[in-house]
């Protein structure tokens, strides 16, 4: 199979970068990284000259191109069948389809008030009407699917829908919003969640490449 390219902004900025990523690295997929540093006086021109639709992240593979976060997971998953990215019965895909749908098109004010800031935990925030509505709907999404789909049901995990998962991915930087800007008080189900998020192999390996970056950045 020809090469896939990632391409990913700064680590500890790029939400939308850290969805796709934290998935192929999460489910073993190989593949090439590549980078372009976001909010330099470069950037704006790297983007327009490299990137599909000027932003990232985009994926490269031999002559197809795919722009957006949840393009580039749908052909991931597409390529790797086995890897069973999407849960396999149908009731649970379709679930988790709308849980991710809801992630990649709404949020707009956690998304908007509390940027990524990966490195960063308990920064001082404020937690306006919009931020406290999006975080119960989060809270109550985690939670519904972790009481479905916990270690006694069939699928059985401790994933949103038992085993690692698309829908997985896209909240990967709302976890990652929930520590920086918490406590964020949310049910226990979530909170373990938010535990193994942050405990996964990715979860790591893309926090100390936020570290090395910021470090190399000066
Ligand atoms: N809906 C897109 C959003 C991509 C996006 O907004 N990327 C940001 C970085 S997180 C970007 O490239 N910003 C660069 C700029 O606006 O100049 C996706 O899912 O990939």
């Not at 991710?100 to 707009?108: D, L, V």
């Not at 049910?187 to 190399?216: H, L, N, P, Q």
């Amino acid at each position: 199979m020809t090469d896939l390219t990632l391409t990913i902004g700064d680590k500890n900025l790029s939400s939308w970068s850290f969805r796709p990523w934290f998935l192929m690295m999460q489910a073993g997929v190989p593949f090439t990284e590549d980078n372009i540093a976001l909010d330099r006086p470069e950037s704006r021109g790297v983007l327009k000259e490299k990137s599909p639709s000027g932003l990232v992240p985009f994926l490269t593979h031999g002559e197809v191109q795919v722009w957006d976060s949840l393009a580039i997971m749908e052909y991931i998953a597409d390529l790797f069948p086995d890897k069973q990215l999407w849960p396999t019965d149908p009731a649970a895909r379709a679930l988790a389809r709308a849980v991710s749908a809801e992630m990649h098109s709404g949020f707009s004010a956690i998304r908007t008030v509390w940027p990524m800031m990966f490195l960063r935990e308990h920064t001082s925030h404020t937690t306006q009407a919009g931020v406290a509505r999006d975080i119960a709907r989060v809270d109550e999404l985690w939670t519904m699917c972790r009481k479905r789909y916990d270690k006694n049901s069939s699928a059985g995990g401790d994933f949103l829908f038992g085993d690692f998962s698309i829908a997985d991915a896209m909240y990967a930087p709302v976890v990652s919003r929930f520590f920086t800007y918490g406590p964020v008080k949310v049910s226990a189900e979530s909170a373990a969640y938010m535990e193994t998020i942050r405990g996964t192999d990715a979860w790591k390996k893309w926090r100390a490449g936020a570290e090395a970056e910021v470090t190399a950045a000066g």
